[in-house]
């Protein structure tokens, strides 16, 4: 057996054997020492014999014919070479045992790192569904929200005229419940009244308040009902996205109570007898 080539296979992958491997290297290596002492102590014992009965020949030489001596010690040798040649082969098949199994131990540690592994990357997959899960839940209850939140808005809002202003119906349960959520501040309050200041100046609204200024009657109130056609103060039946409400963002929304104050600035101008713009905005809406 070729004892310097296994040392350098050995050698060569040590670097890749663990603790545990390396014990089963040394106990094998140790053992397979431990056997061919005990074989080369039979060897020895098994030549000094041979020496022995060698000079047991040379002190008798006619004892026996130098032909029996011959065949006795080619006998011998032929002996020996087999006992060698049983030794090496066992020293052979015990090195590649000592190999094989610490290939295979490596390989089982491998395995189990692996199947580790794999183990923490599918208990990652399984939380990150449960997340996924967990927020399409909260997509869908906010969509719900959003859906009533916009069903309460559209049986609330109306548009002005053609501008971008929206008159908002306030006697709706759901919408004052909703108002709630809205506090009322002094930026809010200053947007109010810069909404109002706009709604003031728009040509619409002035047509209207002159029209009230000049013709009061009945029939005249036909005229105003012909201004606020469809095309001019309409529903809006258009799905609007409602996102996230800030008081900077419903600075087109003027309610009702606003609308009042206006009417109450412009009754002080109007003379005595005449009709309030809030009276023909209410007939207008009794007759809608």
């Given at each position: 057996m070729d004892f310097k080539a296994l040392r350098e296979q050995i050698l060569a992958n040590i670097e890749s054997y663990n603790t545990e491997e390396m014990k089963i290297v040394v106990i094998k290596l140790l053992d397979f020492l431990v056997d061919i002492n005990e074989k080369r102590s039979n060897l020895e014992a098994e030549n000094k014999t041979l020496f022995a009965e060698m000079d047991h020949l040379k002190k008798n030489p006619l004892s026996e014919s130098p032909e029996d001596y011959k065949l006795k010690i080619d006998e011998i040798i032929a002996k020996a070479n087999e006992e060698a040649q049983k030794i090496t082969d066992n020293a052979r098949e015990e090195a590649e045992n000592i190999i094989l199994e610490a290939n295979k131990n490596s390989q089982l540690i491998i395995d189990k790192a692996d199947d580790s592994q794999n183990k923490i990357i599918q208990s990652f997959i399984e939380k990150m569904q449960q997340v996924i899960e967990e927020i399409k839940l909260k997509d869908d209850e906010a969509k719900l929200y959003r859906k009533h939140i916009l069903s309460i808005f559209r049986k609330t809002l109306f548009r002005?005229?053609?501008?971008?202003?929206?008159?908002?119906?306030?006697?709706?349960?759901?919408?004052?419940?909703?108002?709630?959520?809205?506090?009322?501040?002094?930026?809010?309050?200053?947007?109010?009244?810069?909404?109002?200041?706009?709604?003031?100046?728009?040509?619409?609204?002035?047509?209207?308040?002159?029209?009230?200024?000049?013709?009061?009657?009945?029939?005249?109130?036909?005229?105003?009902?012909?201004?606020?056609?469809?095309?001019?103060?309409?529903?809006?039946?258009?799905?609007?996205?409602?996102?996230?409400?800030?008081?900077?963002?419903?600075?087109?929304?003027?309610?009702?109570?606003?609308?009042?104050?206006?009417?109450?600035?412009?009754?002080?101008?109007?003379?005595?007898?005449?009709?309030?713009?809030?009276?023909?905005?209410?007939?207008?809406?009794?007759?809608?």
């Open positions: 002005f005229s053609d501008t971008n202003y929206y008159i908002i119906r306030s006697d709706n349960e759901e919408f004052r419940d909703l108002l709630q959520f809205f506090e009322v501040d002094e930026k809010l309050q200053k947007l109010c009244d810069e909404n109002i200041e706009k709604l003031s100046n728009d040509p619409k609204y002035q047509e209207i308040v002159q029209m009230v200024k000049e013709n009061p009657s009945e029939e005249d109130i036909v005229g105003i009902n012909n201004i606020l056609k469809d095309e001019h103060i309409t529903i809006d039946n258009k799905t609007i996205e409602l996102k996230e409400v800030e008081p900077t963002d419903i600075e087109d929304i003027i309610i009702e109570e606003q609308i009042d104050e206006i009417v109450e600035d412009e009754e002080e101008k109007l003379p005595q007898g005449k009709s309030k713009f809030l009276d023909i905005i209410n007939q207008y809406k009794n007759n809608k």
